[in-house]
């Protein structure tokens, strides 16, 4: 199992200059990806292609990027120039963002989600493989358009996919899912599965499934857990993951959070390999003095 952090998904504000700094620290700990949250802060897949001219080998993946305010073709020359910068390390990660964001604050339609990311990715696919695109779906349409980007071949796509709906839509059309907020039972009952199905079912290697976890090493777990639990208040209420908590049987973002001494998170790493996990996504929650470079450090042990 491939071992990267996240970066932004915490809260934790810094100048794209720390950004950099933290993907170089990540680099050197021996860590295998960097994944960055594209928020309201720096652009992820722009950020991600500065990283890749001030790193060598960790590879680089957004995790995750939003579809509805960015046309299919817009994205797909983006990433294939950070591609291209990264020298074949970048992964494009999307998602569906959520209907607070693209409906309350965008003024977008947040309907037809899967039947969007399913157009989405017909469209956004045949780009990447550099085909002529003529395309005419219910909401992209897309006649002779060719992206001609050297060094950008090889380039994957990761959905965050939580649904049956958007698991099979991925499963058929991209390379693996990036998730958030699913417990080790919610991935090895549904996600998992369900992902795996789809790609069998079309013809297509086994799936990239890319997990994001809170995570700590601490000798006070409790403590931590209520600040996970205070930090990512807003991730228990935004109902797809929600739904996800709901289905682990957890209250809150804190309840599926890695959070102890090594043993435990050797431990749950296991666990989560075992599960069908091949890239696990740290986010590492700084609850104490010190918990953060443990943690990183801890991490970059397992890849030694």
Request: aromatic share 6%; glycine share 12%; hydrophobic share 40%.
């Amino acid at each position: 199992m491939r071992i990267g952090i996240m970066l932004g998904a915490d809260g934790g504000r810094t100048d794209l200059d720390g950004v950099i700094r933290a993907a170089q620290r990540a680099e050197a700990a021996g860590l295998d990806n960097v994944w960055l949250a594209n928020i309201f802060s720096f652009d992820a897949i722009t950020t991600l292609a500065l990283i890749g001219g001030q790193t060598q080998r960790i590879g680089l993946g957004t995790a995750v990027t939003p579809t509805y305010p960015r046309h299919p073709t817009a994205i797909a020359q983006q990433a294939m120039t950070a591609q291209a910068a990264c020298k074949g390390r970048f992964t494009l990660g999307i998602g569906l963002s959520h209907k607070m964001v693209i409906e309350n604050m965008l003024g977008l339609s947040y309907g037809r989600r899967a039947a969007h990311m399913r157009e989405y990715l017909e469209v956004l696919g045949a780009l990447l493989r550099g085909e002529t695109v003529n395309y005419d779906g219910e909401e992209y349409q897309v006649h002779g358009l060719t992206l001609d980007i050297p060094g950008s071949e090889g380039l994957s796509v990761v959905v965050a996919a939580l649904g049956p709906a958007m698991l099979r839509a991925t499963g058929e059309l991209a390379d693996g899912t990036n998730t958030w907020m699913v417990g080790p039972k919610t991935m090895a009952q549904h996600i998992v599965p369900k992902l795996s199905a789809a790609a069998h079912g079309a013809g297509k290697p086994p799936p990239r499934v890319v997990g994001g976890y809170p995570i700590a090493l601490t000798s006070k777990p409790d403590e931590a857990r209520a600040a996970v639990g205070e930090a990512l208040v807003i991730y228990g209420q935004l109902p797809s993951y929600r739904a996800m908590l709901d289905r682990e049987g957890a209250q809150g973002p804190e309840d599926i959070a890695i959070l102890g001494d090594e043993n435990l998170l050797r431990d749950e790493l296991k666990r989560l390999e075992d599960t069908g996990v091949t890239d696990f996504n740290a986010a590492i929650m700084d609850v104490e003095p010190g918990a953060y470079e443990r943690t990183l450090e801890f991490l970059g042990s397992l890849k030694g």
